[in-house]
Every structure is written in C-alpha cells, then in structure tokens.
C-alpha cells in the first residue's frame, strides 16, 4: 500500500523558515519523481516544486524559486524515503496547505503536471502571519 505522510506545518509569522517533511513508503522510490503542490483557500491546487528520480534536477514555480529547496533522501531497501521542502523567507501568499506527490516518470523527467501525479499526501497546513 502507498503511503505519503506529510509533517512539519504550522503557524509562523513573515520572514520564518519551515521544513515540510514526507515519508513516503510502498512505492520504488529511486524511480519516482516527486513534487510538492499547495492549495490555498478558494483557489485551485498549483505546482511548487519537483526533483527527478534519476539525476536529481529541480523545477520551482517562480514563486518558490530562490526560497524553497526540494530534496529527498533514498535509503537502499529502506522500507520508507523522505522527501523534504525547505521553505525561507515565508510570505502571507505562501499560506496554503502543501502536498507532497509521487509521479512514474521517465529518469530525468520533472513535472508540474498535475495530472502526472499519481499518489498524494493527505497535506500539511502552512499558515504565515503578517
């Protein structure tokens, strides 16, 4: 069975840094790529940030790019994978609650699709005061 836990939200006020976390376990990790969404009230799921499976390359949207850092960390035969967003800088617009997502690509493939997405997290709530 898929799992994809997220952790690590919260209440924080401008300027703060946040690190999401995701365990993610039932899948090949080492051939997934993985990506972070967020969603915030009223408007619809938007793409964050994602790394390939293979040669680790990132995309960022452009309002995460230059704040937020993507990483994973793969264990051979470890029975779950993290994959982790390092978030600076957090701003009121980064309120939302953040996904963590799971996508069978090709090795060096990132994506911003949701679509290509086939396994969720159940989201981790980011809210930043002003």
């Known amino acids: 069975q898929v799992q994809l836990v997220e952790s690590g939200g919260g209440l924080v006020q401008t300027g703060a840094s946040l690190t999401l976390t995701c365990a993610v376990s039932?899948?090949?990790?080492?051939?997934?790529?993985m990506g972070w969404f967020r969603q915030a009230p009223g408007m619809e799921r938007e793409f964050v940030a994602s790394?390939?499976?293979?040669?680790?390359?990132?995309?960022?949207?452009?309002s995460a790019k230059g704040r937020f850092n993507i990483s994973r960390n793969s264990v051979v035969n470890s029975v779950v994978n993290t994959v982790y967003l390092q978030m600076n800088n957090l701003e009121p617009r980064d309120t939302a609650v953040y996904y963590c997502?799971?996508?069978?690509?090709?090795?060096?493939?990132?994506?911003?699709?949701?679509?290509?997405?086939?396994?969720w997290g159940q989201g981790t709530q980011v809210t930043v005061s002003s």
């Open positions: 997502a799971a996508a069978e690509t090709a090795p060096r493939e990132v994506s911003r699709s949701i679509n290509k997405y086939s396994y």
């Open positions: 039932g899948l090949a990790f080492s051939t997934y790529s």
């Open positions: 790394m390939a499976w293979s040669n680790m390359s990132t995309d960022y949207a452009s």
